[in-house]
């Protein structure tokens, strides 16, 4: 009687175990929530960029998207177009979110059952006797075996998470390469608008050197004038010359990196002929007025978001992690046929359903601690996230600052410019009147070639900063995404070598319509 109801017993708790495991499942691990801002962001307005907000020529957000076309250079649109198209880091980009869509995929498979195994066997076996008959027979045994580990604590729909993350992060650091490549086409090119404007002034200053030396060589020869006036014009003369090859070697350093970006040959490119209005043209200011910069706008900045989802992608892993310290439950089924070729003799069907368990009860440490790790790395990708927001703001800061600062040392250099063009006037009219020596002809000259050379070096620096500050704010990245990530004729090359199906020829989200998605097998629209 008690050994009866003692099985009894421990078949009612079985089965009151059982109930109790199906009712807990769910998807363990957190469930990612986008990360809060840096706390020293709060109500941070922009900093240095607020001094901006009155001033004519200050970046307005309607402009960030294709800022450069603010420059009203048609060249340097064709330029970055190209570059954003054919450079091979945009290209190897591209491809990395053909990769994260292919592992995307493979996370979705395991929804399904993940055994699926067919096999097969033909087996032909013969005897031969001496002095009597040959026997011979075939055997065929087919089977086909199916497991399929049920979802029952999320494990597998975390790894889809963790993966639809990734393709994310993929297509956020396709971004980033766009803004990096529309920055550095555009530094580049305002380097060498600003080298050939140097190279201008450097030649204009030295033809008006030379004329100065060949007059005080004139006078020396005809003894009106001492010969340390010709040798202080021949000194000031060469000295300028001398500042011309390495600006000539500068310029054409930033030509072959323009053209390597470009994915071309190095060297001058045709369309960039020189002009005297290039560095003008790069200091033309976009208009617009920014009124606000709330902390939030730096969340747009692709390198940002890509840090955003790696941070969602490491909390699915926590989940995933975490599922591995309940059981598993699996269905199990095969199906097999057998035959010989004896006659009389049968086929066989069989068949088998039934469902697994496995828990690994005892882990020692090993399961448990293999969630701690994943925790860990989810909080090491948070303070880089904090990291990466600090330092856009940063980014911005540090543009802004040299933008407004910049812009006011122009406007006294160009009122220097003028005042050193005038005393060398009067310096030489002085001279050629014979009020005074020709020592202050050459301080004016020499004072002329540095307030000009300072100028268009600070032109240089004032578009420099607006380029940076446009590549703080993260802009120069959505017209990439109405393009193809991978162009036709790569596409052709790899359709020829794998079966990509429409992996290759998905068309990216809209700007904007990026955001993580609830597991859906690993397919996205």
């Given at each position: 009687m008690c050994g009866a109801l003692g099985k009894r017993s421990g078949r009612g708790?079985?089965?009151?175990?059982?109930?109790?495991?199906?009712?807990?499942?769910?998807?363990?691990?957190?469930?990612?929530?986008?990360?809060?801002?840096?706390?020293?962001?709060?109500?941070?307005d922009g900093g240095s960029l607020a001094s901006l907000k009155s001033g004519a020529g200050a970046p307005g957000r309607?402009?960030?998207?294709?800022?450069?076309?603010g420059?009203?250079?048609?060249?340097?649109?064709?330029?970055?177009?190209?570059?954003?198209?054919?450079?091979?880091?945009?290209?190897?980009?591209?491809?990395?979110?053909?990769?994260?869509?292919?592992?995307?995929?493979?996370?979705?498979?395991?929804?399904?059952?993940?055994?699926?195994?067919?096999?097969?066997?033909?087996?032909?076996?013969?005897?031969?006797?001496?002095?009597?008959?040959?026997?011979?027979?075939s055997n065929f045994d087919t089977h086909l075996d199916i497991s399929w580990e049920l979802d029952f604590w999320g494990k597998f729909k975390r790894g889809i998470e963790a993966a639809d993350a990734g393709y994310l992060a993929s297509i956020a650091r396709y971004d980033d390469v766009q803004v990096l490549m529309a920055a550095q086409v555009a530094s580049l090119y305002c380097t060498i608008r600003t080298t050939e404007a140097r190279l201008t002034i450097a030649r204009d200053n030295a033809a008006l050197q030379l004329r100065s030396l060949e007059i005080t060589e004139l006078l020396f020869r005809g003894g009106n004038e001492a010969e340390l006036d010709v040798q202080q014009a021949r000194t000031l003369y060469l000295g300028t010359l001398s500042t011309i090859p390495p600006l000539e070697i500068g310029l054409r350093q930033?030509?072959?990196a323009l053209s390597i970006l470009l994915a071309r040959a190095p060297g001058p490119l045709p369309e960039m002929k020189a002009k005297e209005d290039g560095l003008h043209t790069m200091t033309r200011l976009p208009a617009g007025l920014i009124t606000e910069l709330p902390a939030d706008l730096l969340r747009r900045r692709p390198d940002v978001r890509a840090v955003e989802m790696q941070l969602a992608a490491q909390s699915a892993?926590?989940?995933?992690?975490?599922?591995?310290?309940?059981?598993?439950?699996?269905?199990?089924?095969?199906?097999?046929?057998?035959?010989?070729?004896?006659?009389?003799?049968?086929?066989?069907?069989?068949?088998?359903?039934?469902?697994?368990?496995?828990?690994?009860?005892?882990?020692?440490?090993?399961?448990?601690?293999?969630?701690?790790?994943?925790?860990?790395?989810?909080?090491?990708?948070?303070?880089?996230?904090?990291?990466?927001?600090?330092n856009a703001a940063r980014e911005v800061d540090d543009a802004a600052a040299g933008f407004a600062r910049t812009g006011a040392q122009i406007v006294l250099l160009v009122d220097g410019v003028k005042a050193a063009r005038r005393s060398l006037d009067i310096a030489s009219f002085q001279y050629r009147e014979g009020l005074t020596d020709f020592q202050r002809v050459l301080d004016s000259q020499r004072s002329l070639f540095s307030q000009q050379e300072l100028l268009a070096t600070s032109q240089g620096s004032l578009a420099q900063n607006l380029i940076a500050l446009y590549k703080a704010m993260g802009g120069g990245w959505e017209q990439g995404r109405s393009r193809p990530p991978v162009d036709?004729?790569?596409?052709?090359?790899?359709?020829?070598?794998?079966?990509?199906?429409?992996?290759?020829?998905?068309?990216?989200?809209?700007?904007?319509?990026?955001?993580?998605?609830?597991?859906?097998?690993?397919?996205?629209?």
């Open positions: 708790a079985l089965a009151l175990a059982g109930v109790a495991l199906l009712g807990a499942c769910g998807t363990v691990g957190p469930d990612f929530e986008r990360p809060d801002m840096p706390a020293a962001l709060a109500g941070w309607g402009s960030i998207q294709q800022w450069w076309r420059f009203d250079d048609a060249v340097l649109d064709a330029l970055i177009a190209e570059a954003q198209r054919v450079n091979p880091t945009v290209r190897a980009a591209g491809l990395r979110i053909m990769e994260a869509r292919a592992e995307l995929g493979i996370a979705g498979s395991t929804l399904y059952p993940q055994g699926q195994q067919l096999s097969s066997e033909l087996l032909r076996v013969g005897q031969r006797r001496a002095g009597g008959p040959d026997s011979s027979l930033a030509q072959n892993l926590i989940g995933v992690s975490a599922a591995e310290l309940y059981p598993s439950i699996s269905l199990l089924g095969s199906v097999g046929l057998s035959a010989t070729s004896l006659d009389g003799a049968p086929r066989v069907l069989n068949w088998a359903l039934g469902s697994g368990l496995l828990w690994n009860v005892f882990d020692h440490g090993r399961l448990s601690n293999g969630v701690l790790v994943q925790d860990a790395r989810f909080q090491q990708l948070y303070e880089q996230y904090q990291g990466a927001v600090l036709e004729a790569t596409r052709a090359v790899m359709e020829r070598r794998s079966d990509w199906k429409d992996v290759l020829r998905a068309p990216l989200p809209a700007p904007g319509a990026e955001g993580l998605q609830a597991p859906d097998g690993g397919r996205r629209p």
